[in-house]
């Protein structure tokens, strides 16, 4: 009797953790899709239109009204792709610097505020936002060039035309960790098998999205009246002998646990989800 409730038990555990798992994954299915339609969105309407037919004003309240599509988003942005030699023309026509993310000073960064972020150092070529989501106004004409993982991200999503994530980190202006889901935007429609040369130079810009996991994983369980039944981790497991916990506290309890896969859709990343119960037996 005793291995049966043990077992029923087990049973319980996987149930609950895979639903979670597949609710969380299944939400953040559908908001990928939607950023890469907003991708498609600016292709056609900024670079496809001449005059644009996109600028700030549209993009914010767009963005805005079509918020409820995009789960787990904290907010989304486009980046131009700007060469060195197009650098001055662009600060010209848009009246400001593009700035750089990272300064000596690491909370004035996070802080973000604009007078003391320094112009971007020279480089061969930026990524400075042009267009945001109110949300996340503060990163507009900032060089996401020049952030470590937001560069990382660029690069990839440019060269193999899927929507790429980030490893888990501070995101500007939060205290949690997120991540940053990157679109290529090109200037042609690119067939599916183009090579990654071809990608890059046919790159014209990046819409990305944010998402900060605590707070919208958090939203996402509340919405299941489980919260007094599991304790819910999410880890990045992409390395496996350093797991980085992107949801969740860190937990000392040995008892029953279940891992459900999370998959996001970027195979270079690696996720889990691990449950456990709040009481013992
Ligand atoms: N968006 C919001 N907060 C951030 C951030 C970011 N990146 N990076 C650090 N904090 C415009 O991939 C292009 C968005 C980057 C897209």
């Not at 644009?52 to 131009?80: H, M």
């Not at 010209?92 to 610097?97: E, L, N, V």
């Amino acid at each position: 009797l005793n291995k049966k409730i043990k077992l029923r038990r087990e049973e319980t555990l996987a149930n609950m953790c895979d639903e979670r798992a597949r609710m969380l994954q299944d939400q953040f299915n559908v908001s990928m899709n939607h950023v890469h339609a907003l991708a498609i969105l600016v292709s056609t309407f900024h670079h496809g239109k001449d005059p644009s037919a996109i600028d700030q004003k549209t993009f914010g309240e767009y963005t805005e009204r079509t918020d409820f599509e995009r789960p787990l988003t904290s907010g989304v942005a486009y980046a131009l792709k700007v060469l060195h030699s197009q650098r001055e023309q662009f600060e010209k026509q848009h009246g400001w610097t593009i700035k750089k993310m990272e300064t000596e000073d690491q909370t004035l960064v996070q802080d973000c505020i604009p007078e003391k972020l320094d112009p971007a150092p020279i480089r061969d070529e930026y990524a400075p936002v042009i267009f945001s989501q109110e949300t996340v106004s503060h990163i507009v004409s900032i060089d996401m060039m020049s952030g470590k993982e937001d560069r990382e991200n660029i690069l990839r999503a440019r060269a193999s035309g899927k929507g790429v994530l980030t490893s888990p980190f501070k995101l500007l202006k939060s205290n949690h960790l997120g991540v940053v889901l990157t679109f290529a935007v090109y200037n042609a429609e690119l067939p599916p098998d183009a090579t990654p040369e071809l990608r890059i130079e046919s790159t014209v810009g990046y819409l990305g999205a944010s998402y900060d996991v605590p707070s919208l994983v958090e939203k996402l369980l509340h919405q299941l009246a489980s919260k007094q039944t599991i304790v819910v981790n999410v880890y990045d497991t992409t390395n496996a002998s350093a797991p980085i916990l992107m949801y969740g506290t860190n937990v000392t309890d040995t008892g029953l646990l279940h891992i459900s896969n999370l998959d996001f859709g970027d195979p270079l990343r690696k996720h889990e989800m691990h449950c456990r119960f709040k009481h013992k037996p």
